[in-house]
């Protein structure tokens, strides 16, 4: 009699067991999803909507290239010098957990540091690297690290 009055209980705990692990663990990105956010990334920039770029990075954003920055340190740099094409090639994706994934790819861009009647035009050709992760709030994804490295002619 006793266990009659505990199979609902038992059976009730264990539905609800199984639908927090469910909602616990996230499902993994599609590759798909992760090439859209930096295709996305590289289109804001160029386009120079600055709040909107600095909310598709993590406050604790690093990259390296010549030199270790901070979000803030290449906020100003895009404000001086603008991205004025780019061209993603060989574009891969690793999924690394459900939480986060690695874009390498191969990357040609234009930036002009100069002004308009004197454009000052610094063209790079780099391998890339930018690590995604999904936030535990919200579950939006960000960039957390960026680097790039001068590919060989």
Known sequence: ?????????????????SAF???ATPQPPAPVDIVKLEQNLWTTMA????????????????????????????????????????ELQ?????????????????????FNCGTEHNPSLKINDNNSVTVWVR?????KWLAQ???ETPAKP
């Open 47 to 86: 386009e120079g909507d600055f709040a909107t770029v600095r909310s598709l990075f993590t406050k604790d954003f690093i990259q390296v290239d010549e030199h270790i920055q901070a979000l803030d340190t290449l906020l100003i740099t895009l404000r001086h010098c603008k991205l004025e094409s780019y």
């Open 90 to 110: 060989d574009l891969q994706v690793r999924i690394l957990t459900p939480d986060s994934a690695l874009t390498a790819y191969h990357v040609l861009n234009t």
């Open 1 to 17: 009699m006793v266990a009659m009055r505990l199979l609902p209980v038992i059976l009730a705990f264990l539905f609800a067991s």
């Open 21 to 23: 692990a469910q909602t």
């Open 135 to 139: 936030q535990p709030k919200g579950g």
């Open 145 to 147: 690290v960026h680097t």
